[in-house]
């Protein structure tokens, strides 16, 4: 059984915006902090931001300003609403829990190519 799905990712302009969402199963989520990672190739993944259960954001100083997590405990999913895109912001994008260790098997990501 498939619990978490990332999609929404692709090639977007520097400077554009690009729309990430994460669906969970709502036996993951509730109770549970999610946040969003990147990872570059050959690279462990990488904290971007996360959210508390009462939608409580917090970002890591690169993308500050410029991304918005966004927690719909309704629908059971978790968007990432990337602004302002930079080069260094294109990589594969995972949704799990936070701290990691304490979700299931990571998803497949979504790929994000930020081009000139």
């Known amino acids: 059984q498939v619990q978490l799905v990332e999609s929404g990712g692709g090639l977007v302009q520097a400077g554009g915006s690009l729309r990430l969402s994460c669906a969970l199963s709502?036996?993951?989520?509730?109770?549970?902090?999610v946040a969003w990672y990147r990872q570059d190739p050959g690279k462990d993944r990488e904290l971007v931001a996360r959210?508390?259960?009462?939608?409580?954001?917090i970002y890591t100083e690169l993308v500050k300003g410029r991304f918005k997590i966004i927690r719909d405990n309704t629908e059971n999913t978790v968007d990432l609403q990337m602004n302002n895109v930079k080069h260094e912001d294109s990589g594969m994008y995972f949704c799990?829990?936070?701290?990691?260790?304490?979700?299931?098997?990571w998803g497949q990501g979504t790929q994000v190519y930020v081009y000139s």
């Open positions: 799990n829990l936070f701290p990691s260790h304490l979700g299931p098997d």
């Open positions: 709502w036996t993951i989520m509730s109770g549970n902090q």
């Open positions: 959210v508390t259960e009462k939608g409580t954001s």
